[in-house]
């Protein structure tokens, strides 16, 4: 491919080509999904979060969808709150997100490919869902 990397202080980073960000640090070019990061300033969390999924920046409509989906699942479920409580105060952050996410998980068994079938992962309707469980905590 051409690449080389040095990686002291990352310890091991891939390097790879991506269809999300584009970045050439020398000519001072960020991109996302195509779009300069300039233009993507006064996008809201949601419009960039659409973009970064689903590859375009949302029309007024499709952006109404997401935002209503998004916070309809918004609300954490008392039992990922229980777990995180249960966390001592000064535990490290990403123990704290981990620990969350791996509650959060147990509350919706109907997406959890061990239980449901693998075929969840095919189906567009269930990706979006969680997609907006996830976004909206």
Avoid: W
């Amino acid at each position: 491919v051409g690449l080389r990397t040095y990686d002291p202080g990352y310890t091991n980073t891939t390097a790879v080509i991506s269809r999300i960000s584009y970045i050439d640090g020398d000519k001072g070019i960020l991109r996302y999904r195509g779009y300069p990061i300039e233009e993507l300033v006064d996008s809201t969390y949601l419009e960039s979060a659409y973009l970064v999924i689903y590859g375009n920046l949302p029309s007024r409509a499709a952006l109404e969808v997401f935002t209503e989906a998004v916070m309809m699942r918004s609300p954490v479920p008392k039992a990922v709150e229980d777990v995180i409580d249960a966390m001592p105060h000064d535990a490290h952050p990403m123990a704290i997100i981990l620990t969350g996410l791996c509650a959060l998980s147990g509350c919706h068994p109907e997406q959890n490919p061990a239980l449901a079938g693998q075929h969840v992962y095919k189906l567009r309707e269930v990706q979006d869902q969680q997609i907006a469980r996830l976004i909206g905590k």
